[in-house]
């Protein structure tokens, strides 16, 4: 083997051999939305219906508390719900993810 090189049990090591997983090399086997995209769940609704104020809650879980109605949305943009253009804001309304009427624009 040359200095330098990668020794058995390394991803690119001797052939037949298994890979070991070692701190700092990526599992080879997988996909890159799995590395790159973190596991999101959704806010609590205890988390959601508490006093905290919009500020304390974080971006993640405010846009989580909104998408499930659980929270007042603050936009000036209309959109078609039951066929008419209506403004959301302050509106308690569900995402599509939920089953609200409001587009996933993610």
């Known amino acids: 083997m040359f200095a ?21 090399i990526i599992n080879s ?14 806010a609590s609704a205890d988390l959601c219906k508490s006093s905290k104020s919009d500020e ?21 943009v209309k959109h078609t719900i039951k066929g008419k253009r209506q403004s959301i804001d302050g509106e308690k309304i569900k995402g599509k993810k939920y089953g609200g009427p409001l587009p996933d624009w993610s």
């Open 29 to 42: 086997s997988m996909k890159l939305a799995e590395i790159t995209q973190p596991k999101t769940e959704s």
């Open 56 to 76: 304390e809650l974080g971006a993640s879980n405010l846009a989580s508390c909104k998408s499930q109605g659980l929270r007042g949305r603050k936009s000036k």
């Open 4 to 24: 330098g090189s990668l020794g058995p049990g390394e991803p690119g090591g001797e052939p037949g051999e298994p890979e070991q997983n070692h701190p700092g």
